[in-house]
């Protein structure tokens, strides 16, 4: 069920009416029934998968609490038990919910592309339901939380299924925390009138992204990585521009639907994109890009990693074979390079993403372990962290290096990412960019419109970045400007981006990670 399609837009209606005639304590049934609909649209097979995460974390959460409570009254009763036997028996707790579903996440996503071409091993042909990434990892960031006591365990299954797949976030995230999300599942708040508005204009601010420009956009990534040798260097060019513009917009569209979405049920989700565009580094896109990715990814793995004994072991050795501040800060550039490198993993069964993930974790531990020569040349050239010009030159320099990563993501296969990079610096032939991208399936009203669509997106996003509350803003107008405020998007969403919208809307890039 697309979220961009009228059944989902019925289930958030249906789900809101219900939700609101059911009384306070029990409203978070509503939310429930309209998660499991949503799930089982995707067959038999992905309620299966959710099952087995569900089930599994549930369990191993209530296993976790038991050794958390025993511990607790064993401290109380001035007893003791070696700490070494609880550790022992927390990680074999956390290790087998983890080894279950990693690994179910391993067979469906992975198996297949891993076996390929070696005899003697079958295929499974699994197809990746909406959003399993995102559960599990969810999920057993819960375990995780209660086994370090941060949490207590939820006891009510049916409560904590809620927590698991709650539909607007099954999509493509954010990836939330039980401390955060969960209370406001239970609460079962109604909200004002205002948080349903402001929901429902960051839906129509999701739409837009995702209908108008990501869709238009889409026409011509398709087009070109359908065919790529039949295309000079310019038309790679011109397609990477237009999917990193279709990533950004389908994306970022997607987390304000299902926010809003949210928002409507006066629950506030985790925010997950961050006007990345003026990121002044490499490492502050990806925190802006996929934060609740980005968080878990630091909690528990980061963390762990660069606290672990063996990377205090490298730590003492770098420091006394290598000194200075190359030894001190080698062990958590490591653990930088293994979040970057599992992040590139996470994305997908392919080369490419192998690649795009060694690509990032090099360029991002390299500013690490070089950041101290970076401030002397910064000091010698007497230049100014803060000013404009500087920072529109690392903005500028981290879009740059964006871009480039973007040849590795979209191709099925990594031979076709370097020749279409090679064809980009060897093969350019500007001028004939304009019969190029008109031969493409664009229009040349098409690309207006995706201009017009990226210049009202970054002055937006501009003003986010500048303080400015927008919908606040509007909020404060008279009645005329709040009602124009809603009839012109939908307007513009209408016209370009469904009926004059020849690309159609088409899956979530990140729906099936």
Not at 70 to 82: G, I, L, S, Y
Not at 387 to 402: E, L, Q
Not at 436 to 451: E, I, N, P, Y
């Amino acid at each position: 069920m697309a979220i961009t399609s009228f059944s989902f837009l019925t289930l958030v209606l249906a789900a809101a009416v219900l939700y609101r005639l059911l009384p306070q304590s029990a409203r978070w049934w509503a939310l429930l029934a309209a998660s499991l609909v949503f799930y089982a649209a995707g067959g038999a097979a992905a309620m299966a998968y959710l099952a087995v995460t569900a089930v599994s974390t549930y369990a191993a959460a209530l296993l976790l609490q038991r050794e958390n409570d025993r511990r607790r009254a064993m401290e109380e009763d001035k007893r003791r038990e070696t700490r070494k036997r609880y550790d022992r028996r927390r990680r074999l707790v956390v290790g087998a919910a983890g080894l279950m579903n990693f690994g179910m996440l391993f067979a469906i996503k992975y198996w297949d592309a891993a076996v390929q071409g070696l005899s003697g091993l079958p295929t499974l042909g699994l197809v990746v339901p909406v959003g399993i990434s995102f559960y599990i990892f969810q999920s057993i960031g819960y375990v995780i939380d209660v086994s370090r006591g941060k949490i207590k365990a939820e006891r009510n299954f049916p409560r904590y299924l809620l927590f698991v797949c709650f539909f607007p976030q099954m999509v493509q995230g954010p990836i939330d925390r039980f401390g955060h999300l969960a209370p406001q599942l239970y609460a079962g708040r109604a909200p004002g009138a205002e948080e349903v508005r402001d929901g429902i204009q960051l839906m129509m601010w999701g739409f837009f992204k995702k209908l108008v420009i990501a869709s238009r956009a889409g026409i011509v990534v398709d087009a070109v990585y359908g065919d790529a040798g039949a295309y000079p260097g310019c038309a790679s060019v011109f397609a990477v521009l237009m999917y990193t513009i279709q990533l950004y917009c389908d994306f970022s569209g997607g987390i304000d639907i299902v926010r809003g979405v949210a928002g409507i049920f006066g629950i506030d989700m985790a925010e997950n994109f961050r006007r990345p565009i003026f990121s002044l580094s490499l490492a502050e896109f990806w925190r802006r890009w996929h934060m609740t990715l980005g968080a878990w990814m630091r909690d528990y793995v980061f963390y762990p990693l660069s606290l672990s004994r063996a990377c205090a072991a490298l730590g003492r050795f770098s420091r006394k074979r290598l000194g200075g501040m190359f030894g001190r800060i080698l062990p958590t550039s490591l653990a930088t390079f293994i979040v970057y490198f599992i992040i590139g993993i996470w994305h997908g069964a392919n080369l490419t993403f192998l690649a795009f993930g060694l690509y990032n974790g090099i360029i991002i531990t390299a500013s690490i372990l070089l950041a101290p020569l970076y401030g002397k040349v910064k000091t010698a050239l007497r230049i100014r962290e803060e000013s404009a010009w500087y920072r529109a030159f690392c903005m500028a320099r981290t879009c740059f290096a964006v871009f480039i990563g973007r040849y590795l993501t979209r191709a099925p296969w990594l031979k076709m990412s370097l020749v279409m990079l090679k064809r980009s610096v060897f093969d350019l032939h500007l001028r004939q960019l304009p019969a190029t991208v008109l031969g493409l399936g664009m229009s040349g009203g098409d690309c207006a419109v995706v201009a017009a669509g990226c210049a009202v997106l970054l002055a937006v996003e501009f003003l986010q970045e500048r303080g400015v509350k927008i919908r606040k803003t509007l909020a404060e107008r008279s009645p005329f400007v709040q009602w124009l405020a809603m009839i012109i998007p939908l307007a513009v969403i209408l016209l370009f981006g469904i009926i004059g919208n020849g690309g159609g809307a088409g899956e979530f890039i990140y729906g099936r990670i």
